[in-house]
């Protein structure tokens, strides 16, 4: 496939190269950084943007119950992104570094020993989903109407669980490989096509929010399909040559690499689980505030899933890039790697965030109908809380990303609890109960990017992650 000059690349290299005039980045290191990340940012707003899009259209084609029913099911869906993400946090500095030191072997026991994994932890999640879907969604809200919603779109929706997290270890092989491009790719037109099979299911079958689900299945089981044949054959039609090409028929229970994709995702999962389980007391809090701010709070998420797309493209180019350093024992490389990439993440993030304060109002008058108009101002100012917070993420994904290549990941961990559970819920849970109300919930955005940012940028800063990458590394020894 050729890849064309893109302007996603265009805005992001233009960002980078505006810094390394002012002498915050090397040149070079901004444009590997750029050819990494840009297609992982798109990637990210495709499929950010079709859970917005999903929103939306059950909105408008249902109501509002529907757009809360919904975001009600989201967080027990994100399961599949928490164990997925934490299994393909191992994935990328295991096969990074592998890359990096050319051992392709190893890279490939790797590679099947996390298929392995992310399926025996999904499987579990899919059958729960669709056994208790209605108990699952009564704990966070009594409106019968809300749950019938919500409980119809996860019983489905938990068919494609482990596929999502099949998805996340393909995308993590290509990016560790050096080509997020073909990530981009596969993963942005698996979202594409989703938006079309949703609106078909939605609008013109009408089946409201089970067609919002089944659209989702349909579509990972399709990106799952290209991604398993590409890496097995080397290529897949249409798309062009894949990095690497991985022997389908080898181990997939290889005992060292299982312990070291557990040692190192566990951490990663816990953090991607924080995100997700702390959803769970929010959504009751929102509860108390109101079926309209909890649906001005879904919209607000959604639009902030698109927002922090920088943070998915920085954050694995940091893994990637600096991974491959530390894969050769360019230590001193790695690092500079890592503090650079924080400043481009943080620079983009500022100008997106800009964009989207500015537009705010119109953008999210496209995710309601005539019964949800109440809602729209609530949704606003949260989007502005949002604009600021994301700023921080920049720091946050970009130091985690570097750590995450070193297998140091249990301080992005720690942080992401800290920020999410002792600062941002308790805000939300005053704003709720007491005079503070809204700015609860403007607080919690800023905390929990925030505090992150703060400690991932000093673990960054100590240094200490160097020598626990050597312990995972293939066998070169470090240049300093």
Known sequence: MSRLPNPFRIFVLWIGLALSRLGLIDPERARRTTDLAWPRIVTGIARMSKNAVDVAMVGVAVGISATAGVGLAGPFYGLAFSVGGGVA?????????????????????????????????????????????????????????????????????????????LNLIGSRVLVGCNDAYIAMVVRGGGALANIVINAVLIFGLGFGVAGAAAGTVLANIAVTATFALGLA???????????????????????????ALVTIGLPVMGRNTVWTVAEFPMLFILGIFGEEVLAAFVIARRIWGVMNTPGWGFGLAASSLVGQELGVGRETSAERYGREIVRFAVAVYLVSA?????????????????????????????????????????????ASGALDASGDTRWPFYSQFLGMFVVAIPLAYVGATTSLGLWGLYLAFVAETSVPAAINYWRFHTGKWKAISRTYRPGTPADD
């Open 354 to 398: 800009l964009v989207i304060f500015v537009l705010s109002e119109p953008i999210v008058g496209l995710f309601v109908g005539e019964t949800g108009e109440a809602s729209i101002p609530i949704a606003v100012t949260l989007v502005h809380a949002a604009c600021i917070a994301v700023v921080f993420q920049g720091v946050a994904g970009g």
């Open 233 to 259: 054959y080397g290529r897949f039609p249409g798309i062009g040559e894949f990095p690497v090409r991985i022997d389908p028929f080898g181990t997939y229970v290889d005992g060292e690499t299982i312990r």
């Open 89 to 165: 946090g191992g994935t990328i500095a295991l096969v990074s570094q592998r890359y990096g030191a050319d051992a392709y072997e190893e890279l490939g026991v790797a590679v099947r020993s996390s298929t392995f994994l992310v399926v025996l932890l999904t499987l579990p999640i899919t059958a729960v989903f669709w056994t208790f879907p209605e108990e699952l969604i009564s704990l966070l809200n009594d409106n019968p109407v809300v749950v019938e919603q919500g409980a119809t779109y996860l019983k489905i929706v938990g068919l494609g669980v482990p596929f999502a997290g």
